[in-house]
């Protein structure tokens, strides 16, 4: 949805942080590196070979939104503007560095690949149910909330592909919206969902091991 | 186990019904609310039925509920540092 912009409305309170900004309130700006920051990292990571040249294309990023800022007319939000600064950098950087771009060859791959949510093998001849999924809530109590439930997943989202991690952290760790995604990153409406569909079955099946473990 | 649920009729009966195989690859659009209306009633209709797909949509909502307790990265005390005083430093009118 390319046309959001004519209609667009800021979110409240984002005049009063372009405002701070301009005047030069060192306050705003430390928010919006935590608010950002990591994301931006993220972000960058998708096109350039290396974290350490990621948080070189961050700080460049920044360095663009101090400059800009003065001439920051609005017309979108300021997160879509920062992380449009961030992605015309990072594109750039990786390109000089002969970098194929990470999308560019996903569409047909990974949307039609044979990644499947749930192993064959679960399902019967006319895809049901072999051996049903177990139910989570009749866990032990706060088996879900453990730090080493929440490790599991990091660790299973640490063995994604790039592009399957970035999409998983924007959405379910930053919180971002579909949309948001999709502009920063440059996909598909359908790559974005099915990138996040293989990312999160993955979690899910690895959260399923660890938790079933010992109890058959 | 082995439902009888699999092959649930739409409600208008005309429409096939999803097998839990099949349910299982649109979860995340169910939960993205990007299915058609179409889609989405085939998607209940078999939901509303099936025990062992209930089971694996609330295994969905359970992982998003993890994945969501994971700390976010930050940039490094470092960066933040450098930026704040090039921001401090930037000439304003």
């Known amino acids: ?216 | 186990m082995t439902t009888i649920w699999h092959r649930i009729r739409g409600r208008r009966g005309d429409e096939p019904g999803l097998s839990c195989e099949q349910l299982v690859e649109l979860v995340t659009s169910y939960l993205e609310d990007s299915l058609s209306k179409s889609e989405r009633r085939r998607f209940e209709s078999h939901i509303g039925a099936c025990s062992a797909c209930t089971d694996y949509l609330d295994q969905l909502r359970e992982t998003i509920a993890v994945v969501g307790k994971i700390e976010p990265d930050d940039l490094s005390g470092e960066m933040k540092g450098e930026l704040l005083s090039a921001f401090r430093g930037w000439p304003r009118d």
């Open chain 1, 1 to 216: 949805m390319d046309g959001t912009e004519e209609t667009y409305a800021p979110p409240p309170g984002q005049a009063e942080v372009v405002a701070a900004l301009r005047a030069g309130d060192e306050r705003a700006f430390a928010a919006l590196m935590d608010e950002h920051g990591a994301a931006m990292l993220r972000v960058a990571r998708m096109y350039v070979s290396s974290r350490a040249v990621a948080e070189e294309v961050v700080q460049e990023a920044w360095l663009g939104v101090i400059s800009g800022i003065g001439r920051f007319e609005g017309r979108s939000s300021l997160k879509t503007w920062i992380f449009r600064i961030l992605s015309n950098r990072a594109k750039t950087r990786g390109e000089r560095e002969g970098r194929t771009l990470p999308f560019s060859s996903l569409e047909g791959v990974d949307a039609n690949g044979e990644e499947r949510a749930v192993d064959a093998d679960r399902f019967g001849n006319e895809g049901q149910w072999r051996s049903g999924p177990s139910r989570w809530s009749e866990l032990p109590e706060n088996r879900l909330v453990a730090k080493e439930t929440i490790s599991v997943a990091q660790t299973a989202i640490d063995g994604l592909s790039e592009a399957q991690r970035t999409v998983i952290t924007l959405r379910d760790i930053e919180g971002w919206s579909p949309e948001e995604i999709r502009n920063a990153l440059g996909l598909s409406e359908t790559n974005q969902r099915v990138l996040l569909h293989r990312a999160r079955a993955k979690v899910r099946q690895a959260l399923e091991s660890y938790l079933e473990e010992g109890r058959l």
